[in-house]
């Protein structure tokens, strides 16, 4: 009972400040909705029993993600006339409005094989073996470390003075 | 009111709609990449929520989301350094005004 009221507040509370990155005109209170947002999802994450992934959403998305938000809006500051929209507004508002009725009726029509087992209590232990374990995703892991480097070292190339 | 499998998909597909409809309308660069990771965290609920209710002993959909995280995170620093370097460039970071690879 605890977990469907938890899940309700934080599903509102997110879609409310997903709706505020939208359509707020101010691009910094914007960038705050979406703090918000991160951290909702991180509630999310706890009431779906993945902890391990809700300390790295907060650490990853409302302490780096969202300073270098803040930071591209501080930087382009002088440019900034609130967040208007393009001439495509009303076909884009109608493109996601179809897009969500299709996936709604796609995925309540379909039979998911709902598994009766309880979940896993501290999961970070079993993602560790999980990834760096016998059988596990080393390799992935050793790519997403290649993957950070050549993106660290392209950010600092890219936004250098020539 | 139990919460089901249903409940988190119909919220991350919300979720990614609104990313959707942000990354479609708007002109500035940089609500657009704050759209693109609304829609990354829809796509991560997605996967978490399939992890906990169909193989919860497994884990693998939490694996997944570990590594969207990481190309999240690298993606949002390359698209940042791109829009300061636009930036730098053209003195606007308005997406509809950036065509230089317009024929």
């Known amino acids: 009972m605890g977990l469907a009221i938890s899940f309700w507040i934080l599903a509102v509370v997110c879609i409310l400040a997903a709706l505020g990155v939208v359509f707020l005109r101010n691009v910094f209170r914007a960038a705050l909705s979406l703090i918000l947002c991160f951290l909702m999802v991180a509630g999310l994450y706890i009431t779906l029993s993945a902890d391990f992934l809700a300390a790295v959403q907060i650490l990853v998305y409302v302490g780096a993600i969202s300073v270098l938000i803040i930071l591209a809006i501080m930087m382009t500051r002088e440019v900034q006339r609130g967040s208007p929209s393009n001439r495509l507004q009303i076909p884009a508002f109608i493109i996601a409005i179809l897009f969500l009725e299709v996936l709604a009726l796609a995925l309540l029509n379909t039979p998911w094989q709902i598994a009766t087992t309880p979940p896993l209590a501290p999961t970070t232990a079993a993602l560790a073996t999980k990834l760096f374990g016998e059988g596990g995703f080393i390799l992935p892991v050793e790519i997403a470390a290649v993957l950070l480097l050549s993106a660290i070292i392209g950010a600092i190339v890219l936004a250098r003075e020539k | ?103």
């Not at chain 2, 089901?4 to 979720?15: Q, V």
């Not at chain 2, 693109?36 to 906990?52: G, K, P, W």
């Not at chain 2, 995280?69 to 698209?79: K, N, Y």
Request: hydrophobic share 65%; net charge neutral; glycine share 6%.
């Open chain 2, 1 to 103: 009111m139990t919460v089901g499998l249903e409940h988190y998909l119909i919220l991350s597909a919300i979720l990614f709609s609104i990313g959707l409809y942000g990354v479609l309308a708007k002109r500035n660069a940089v609500i657009i990449l704050m759209c693109i990771e609304l829609m990354l965290n829809a796509v991560n609920i997605t996967l978490v929520a399939f992890s906990r209710y169909v193989v919860p002993a497994l884990l693998t959909g939490q694996v997944f989301a570990i590594f969207v995280i990481v190309v999240a995170a690298a993606e949002v620093a390359v698209g940042l350094a791109i829009i300061l370097a636009i930036y730098r460039g053209l003195e606007d970071i308005d997406v509809t005004k950036i065509n230089l690879l317009k024929w």
